[in-house]
Structure formats: structure tokens, C-alpha cells
């Protein structure tokens, strides 16, 4: 399997995002997809999953009402939202699959850079 | 929300030594642990899943072990290509999870 991301973005505080991540060689519907956070010089932080099935959500509670994940299963492309970016969103975005039952990540995505700055 | 505390931080090591880092959750997590190798500029890397199994491709020098709540992972013979930050990561009954704050191995 492969999760391939969309590009780096650059945005203003307050602005919109949006972010992809296309699966291919895997049945993208009945695996779930996590999303992964790394901070500039920081560890990474778990964000939460989605089952492309039927869109059902984890979220971290650390995450939960910040971000929103999403994905649409006929393009096997899985999304994480922003409403309104903070200078605090600037990090680096993992997309993975997980492996049941362990949840372990055992596909990543090559990451998207997403700079938020005035 | 379980939590992990994962040990030391930083770790200096020479080349063929034995290197081993703990990680300790918050409640009973059975073997819902993984590992994972992490280089700048990469994906994180899979290394070790349900606590003790390695995953296909991965040197037999990494190893794991533990469950409920004390874990350790295991470098039996440290090579130069293992510089790398790692990191524990659990999984819990509700599907969510948490990482460790990572370990950098330095030589």
C-alpha cells in the first residue's frame, strides 16, 4: 500500500486548509487512517483516526474540536480541515494507515508542511 | 486519556552496544504498544507492533517486550544507521492513541 499527501502550504492566521491523502494498492474503505502531528523540534503527536467506510471518528482530545476529518471513499482520499488557522498549526502532517487490532501505523504518507504566518 | 512516559529522553551510545528504552502507560494497555524509528526528513517507521512482534523487514537486532504497563524496546547491537529519534505509541479500547515524547539515540 501507498498514501501519497497533497503539497506544502503557506497560510495567513484565520485562513481555511484543507489536506489530502490518497491511498492506493490497499482497500482504502475498511482500514482506518490516522493523522499524526509533528510540531517544528517536537515529538509526534497522535491526532485521531477515520474509517473511510463510514466516515466514523477518534479524535484525540487534545485535537477534538480543532481539526476535522473527513474522507471520501469512491477516490479512497482521506482530509484534514481547518476552519480558521493559528500560528500554533504550523507543523508538519502525517497521514498513516493503521493496522488493526494493534493500532499501529504501518503505512505512512510522506507529510505536508503547512506554515502558518502573518 | 491514557498517558505515556517514555525513557530517557536522549541517549548516547556506542556502535555494537546494547541499547534499551522504557516506556511506562498510564493504565493497563495488555500489548497494545508499538515502536517506532523516526529520521529527520522521513516517514516514521513501524518497527515493533503489539509490543513484541517485528515487523516484516525489520533487523532481528530491534526487539520488544512487556505488557500492562511497563514495556522496553531493545537495540541489541547498535549500528551507525540507527541514529534516529524513537517512540512508543498505545492504543486503547476507545481507538485512540498516544506516543511517547520520544527517545533521540545519538552516537
Known amino acids: 500500500g501507498q498514501l501519497v499527501q497533497s503539497g506544502a502550504e503557506v497560510k495567513k492566521p484565520g485562513e481555511s486548509l484543507k489536506i489530502s491523502c490518497k491511498g492506493s494498492?490497499?482497500?482504502?474503505?475498511?482500514?482506518?487512517i490516522g493523522w499524526v502531528r509533528q510540531m517544528p523540534g517536537k515529538g509526534l503527536e497522535w491526532m485521531g483516526i477515520?474509517?473511510?467506510?463510514?466516515?466514523?471518528?477518534r479524535y484525540s482530545p487534545s485535537f477534538q474540536g480543532h481539526v476535522t476529518m473527513s474522507a471520501d471513499k469512491s477516490i479512497s482520499t482521506a482530509y484534514l480541515q481547518w476552519t480558521s488557522l493559528k500560528a500554533s498549526d504550523t507543523a508538519m502532517y502525517f497521514c498513516?494507515?493503521?493496522?488493526?487490532?494493534?493500532?499501529?501505523?504501518?503505512?505512512w504518507g510522506q507529510g505536508t508542511v503547512i506554515t502558518v504566518s502573518s | 486519556d491514557i498517558q505515556m512516559t517514555q525513557s530517557p529522553s536522549s541517549l548516547s551510545a556506542s556502535v555494537g552496544e546494547r541499547v534499551t528504552i522504557t516506556c511506562q502507560a498510564s493504565?493497563?494497555?495488555?500489548?497494545?504498544l508499538n515502536w517506532y524509528q523516526h529520521k529527520p526528513g522521513q516517514a516514521p517507521k513501524l518497527l515493533i507492533y503489539?509490543?513484541?512482534i517485528l515487523e516484516t523487514g525489520v533487523p532481528s537486532r530491534f526487539s520488544g517486550r512487556g505488557s500492562g504497563t511497563d514495556f522496553t524496546f531493545t537495540i541489541s547491537s547498535l549500528q551507525p544507521e540507527d541514529i534516529a529519534t524513537y517512540y512508543c505509541?498505545?492504543?486503547?479500547?476507545?481507538?485512540?492513541?498516544?506516543f511517547g515524547q520520544g527517545t533521540k539515540l545519538e552516537i
Open positions: 505509541q498505545q492504543y486503547d479500547n476507545l481507538f485512540r492513541g498516544t
Open positions: 493504565q493497563d494497555i495488555s500489548t497494545y
Open positions: 503489539d509490543a513484541s
Open positions: 494498492g490497499y482497500m482504502f474503505s475498511t482500514n482506518w
Open positions: 477515520i474509517y473511510p467506510g463510514d466516515s466514523d471518528t
Open positions: 498513516a494507515k493503521v493496522r488493526q487490532p494493534s493500532g499501529a501505523f504501518d503505512v
